[in-house]
């Protein structure tokens, strides 16, 4: 298992699956018990009372958290169940949060080099692919002769912590140089060191050619050399060589860290193949950030233990690298492009969490809280993760998932069906499990979604239910028009939620982008929205205003609204995955405009960040002169979501909407070509190689598809 927070305590579900931590960094109403439902709603004393302010929610209390370790000034390399967080100057120094990890244990703390008695000067650090970063030094020795560095040192380090150490001499005369590196660790598991447990440096003995480390229940960790040194002190955790460099020659030292599990990475050996996917035109950023992407994502996937077959994505690195339902799902959905078996394994490692006991629960998918910002109480993302099932089903079969994994699916699917139509309502909206009695406008569009979609899917499959989930469907949509909708001044919004005795709470904020990914349906047709064309109009301009469009992406909660913070997690940072929901949702609503605007300003941030964008960043307003958003400090990055944010621009601007079983692709590009023309190719539609080309008039033509698949409209 990769890293992650500590294990929470058992809640109301003892006896089911073991759940997934929640997210350690702190956050208004963040809880560490069990996710919302039957029983205690917090196990660290009574309620609060409300908060004075109307539309305002007290969270559930919580114990003062520890400040997170801060993480987006550190080089992150990633092959799941191996992390390596490093510095720039590429020094381990053992604080805060550096270190190579294998599954959540830290290895190595602490591995400092000297050269000639001194440290290198660092002169640049980079990650050059999802695993692996390299650091450029310099040394001057006493023996240089001018202001010139004469020796180079490159160290090229590895998420399994591999290291390559080489010296290059510039000099005109043989160097004699003594290097020295030293080691320590801890043993720690990552939870307790985020949380700020750390603990002394463990003693190490002399093994092999190199160091061991060793604790009772943590295992042990052994560091080898190649060349092997020629001094080895273990008091000092410290291993010595003297290196002989004629004029312009290169030696290297080559570091390797084992445990004594060896670590197997998932997106390697999991036997998944994932299409690979290329694009190219007018505007590079979106080649480059695809790649950049999709070589983050594989690093990501996790392998079940119990399921080697079933690989599944992490939903970020450092602090989610466990099972996150929601995220994993909404992930392999956007990945349908790239390989319908991911979807299909990761829908089978969540059916088999799906609770199957007696009672209203049977057929949810359990799902830790996530903190929904200053103004509502934590969401529990497995009701997010129920309703996401059969839609990522659906929408599978569209794209050509096989029979055979179709079969399998599909009781899993039609048991989340059962869930959801027990929890709804008699208006036809669906609370959130537990006490609190919030209807949330992000779940009512989950959940409308899955009816129609599941609707489809039964049809599909010959299973009855079809009309019955599409009269619900009609149900939702008059209630959410009638009752979520705030007219005011400005033509009215979204409420944010509807609190237990319907009052609505009138936020704008980013749940609302949810509204407009209603779901593909057959013929390449999308499937009803619960807004009506007035107000979807109305949205669409709210989406594209400055308070909520920062010029960098979308804000999780208008700049005008009580509470919004730019650095926070779900009240004003930009959230990217739904800032490319939001692109999606209007490009196909036809606000071209809007989704536009909004592209932009992800492409344009993604150098700032090697176009590896993080789940989030500051909402500040983007100012003349301003070349990149400022980074939120505690921000997965990389993250399975934001990683895939180059595919779903891709197939935004494209507007790809597959129909395997009817053997139609329609397309619907972005008739405005907002960045040009446009090549992507390396896709999979019904498992063979598919490829499209979109002009700079906004004219989309199929370049290769499977045998047999016709041109819908």
């Not at 089911?16 to 560490?32: I, N, Y």
């Not at 090229?156 to 320590?184: M, Q, Y």
């Not at 009781?411 to 609370?431: F, H, K, S």
């Not at 960045?675 to 008039?697: C, D, K, N, W």
Request: charged share 20%; with cysteine; aromatic share 4%.
């Amino acid at each position: 298992m990769a890293p992650t927070a500590p294990r929470r305590p058992r809640g109301p579900e003892t006896g089911t699956a073991p759940q997934p931590a929640p997210d350690p960094r702190p956050g208004p109403g963040l809880r560490t018990g069990a996710e919302a439902g039957p029983g205690p709603r917090s196990r660290r004393g009574p309620m609060p009372r409300a908060a004075e302010r109307p539309g305002r929610v007290a969270p559930p209390p919580a114990a003062r958290p520890r400040e997170p370790a801060p993480v987006h000034h550190l080089l992150v390399c990633a092959d799941l169940p191996c992390l390596a967080l490093s510095a720039e100057h590429g020094q381990l120094t053992g604080r805060g949060v550096e270190g190579v990890y294998h599954s959540g244990r830290r290895l190595l703390s602490r591995c400092r080099l000297r050269v000639a008695g001194r440290e290198p000067v660092a002169v640049q650090g980079r990650v050059v692919s999802a695993g692996l970063a390299v650091f450029k030094a310099v040394v001057r020795t006493p023996a240089d002769t001018g202001p010139d560095p004469e020796v180079g040192v490159e160290r090229s380090r590895a998420a399994d912590g591999t290291e390559r150490i080489t010296l290059r001499s510039s000099a005109t005369r043989p160097l004699r140089l003594s290097v020295e590196v030293a080691l320590g660790t801890d043993l720690a598991e990552f939870g307790a060191i985020a949380a700020g447990r750390t603990a002394p440096e463990l003693p190490a003995t002399v093994y092999d050619a190199g160091l061991r480390w060793a604790a009772a229940g943590a295992g042990h960790a052994i560091v080898t050399a190649d060349p092997p040194p020629r001094d080895t002190l273990a008091s000092a955790g410290l291993l010595r060589w003297e290196l002989e460099l004629p004029p312009g020659a290169a030696r290297s030292i080559e570091l390797r860290v084992r445990s004594e599990r060896p670590a197997r990475t998932s997106g390697r050996t999991g036997g998944l193949a994932l299409a690979e996917a290329r694009a190219e035109g007018d505007d590079s950023r979106l080649g480059v950030l695809l790649a950049t992407g999709l070589g983050d994502f594989t690093a990501l996937l996790l392998r079940d233990p119990e399921h080697p077959a079933d690989v599944y994505p992490a939903a970020g690195v450092p602090w989610r690298c466990g099972p996150a339902p929601a995220e994993a799902l909404w992930a392999a959905r956007i990945a349908l492009p790239l390989s319908t078996g991911l979807a299909a394994a990761a829908l089978r490692r969540f059916a088999r969490s799906q609770l199957t006991g007696r009672g209203r629960d049977f057929g949810r998918i359990p799902g830790p809280l996530r903190d929904a910002g200053p103004h509502l109480p934590p969401i529990c993302t497995g009701v997010e993760a129920t309703l996401a099932f059969p839609a990522v089903l659906a929408e599978a079969r569209r794209w050509g998932m096989p029979d055979k994994e179709l079969v399998e699916l599909l009781p899993a699917a039609e048991r989340t069906l059962r869930w959801l139509g027990q929890a709804l309502d008699e208006d036809g909206l669906l609370p959130e499990p537990g006490p609190s009695g919030i209807r949330r406008t992000e779940i009512q569009a989950h959940a409308h979604r899955a009816a129609l979609l599941g609707a489809d899917l039964l049809d599909g499959c010959g299973r009855p239910g079809a009309e019955e989930w599409r009269q619900r469907a009609g149900r939702m949509r008059s209630s959410f028009r009638e009752l979520f909708w705030v007219d005011d001044l400005t033509g009215g919004r979204p409420a944010a939620a509807l609190l237990a005795g319907g009052r609505p709470v009138p936020l704008m904020g980013a749940g609302a982008v949810h509204l407009l990914d209603t779901g593909l349906l057959g013929l390449g047709q999308p499937a009803a929205g619960l807004l009506d064309k007035v107000q979807t109009e109305q949205l669409a301009r709210l989406l594209g205003g400055p308070a909520m469009d920062s010029g960098w992406g979308l804000r999780g909660l208008g700049a005008k609204e009580p509470g919004h913070n730019p650095f926070g997690h779900r009240s004003g940072a930009v959230r990217v995955h739904e800032t490319a929901v939001a692109v999606a949702g209007l490009a196909a609503a036809g606000y071209e405009k809007e989704a536009a605007s909004l592209l932009r300003g992800l492409l344009d941030a993604a150098p700032g960040f090697g176009h590896r964008l993080p789940e989030m960043y500051a909402g500040e307003q983007r100012t003349a002169g301003a070349v990149t958003p400022a980074p939120h400090p505690a921000a997965c990055r990389p993250a399975a979501l934001p990683a895939l944010v180059g595919l779903q621009l891709l197939m935004s601007l494209a507007g790809i909407r597959p129909d395997v079983p009817s053997g139609t692709v329609a397309l619907h590009p972005m008739r405005s070509a907002p960045f040009g023309a446009v090549q992507i190719s390396g896709l999979r539609v019904a498992g063979e190689p598919f490829a499209v080309r979109i002009s700079r008039l906004g004219q989309g033509m199929v370049e290769q598809a499977a045998a047999g698949l016709q041109l819908g409209v």
